[in-house]
């Protein structure tokens, strides 16, 4: 955010905030008598709507918020999750979270104290969900690792007849094993945007041990 960098630790159960001249500001640990314990933290993101940070919590099967002070707030979404991984906050304030051992992407109400507004199960074959972007208020695309294979699935949310309902798309990447710097879309040049700006850096090249593209 403007004032300050969040970053996860994941190894050392933790939450550090740094200034824009990477001081350090503060650090969200693990105390006696805290709201909630870190354990498997990994992954973070900001919500404008509420202005804090909501961190997905692994091990304990829940996702954390904590203020822009580092200060434990709340957990949410221990009732359905299994073990979330990523998650991405959309732009009314929802969270999108991946769960990896539940084959499954729960969607939040940011609105409504993080009740869960859909849970999308997926099928064990698809291989591992893992990543998450939202695009819009109405899709999201997911990131699935595992199967011997990584893609993307695009899923869009229709309104028809007063209910919402969910239309999964085959991915529309169209990756070049010949030519690994070259992909195209079908429509739709922000995906491409999205993913030249958030996942490019480690995935074209498969840094970290990430599937790298084609």
């Known amino acids: 955010i403007d004032d300050l960098i969040a970053v996860v630790d994941y190894a050392n159960n933790r939450v550090l905030a740094f200034d824009h ?14 709201t909630f314990d870190w354990r498997g933290a990994y992954y973070i993101d900001y919500s404008h ?21 580092g200060k434990k ?25 991946s769960d990896t051992t539940k084959f499954q992407m729960v969607w939040f109400d940011g609105t409504n104290d993080y009740n869960v507004k ?9 291989g591992i969900p893992k990543t998450v972007t939202s695009i819009s208020n109405k899709a999201f695309a997911v990131g699935f690792v595992g199967n011997g294979t990584a893609y993307f699935l695009l899923i869009e949310k229709e309104k028809l007849d007063g209910k919402h309902n969910v239309k999964k798309t085959r991915p529309r990447f169209n990756f070049s094993k010949t030519n690994p710097d070259g992909f195209s879309l079908e429509k739709g040049t922000e995906i491409s945007q999205l993913y030249l700006k958030h996942c490019a850096s480690c995935h074209e090249n498969g840094k970290y041990g990430a599937p790298a593209r084609g």
């Open 21 to 34: 001249q990477f001081k350090p500001i503060w650090v969200s640990g693990n105390r006696e008598n805290d």
């Open 49 to 69: 709507l509420h202005d804090h940070f909501v961190i997905s919590n692994g091990s304990n099967s829940e996702i954390g918020v904590i203020d822009t002070f």
């Open 73 to 97: 707030v709340k957990t949410f979404g221990n009732d359905v999750l299994g073990t979330p991984f990523e998650l991405a906050v959309t732009k009314t304030g929802d969270v999108i979270v």
């Open 118 to 126: 859909h849970i999308f199960p997926f099928p064990e074959f698809l």
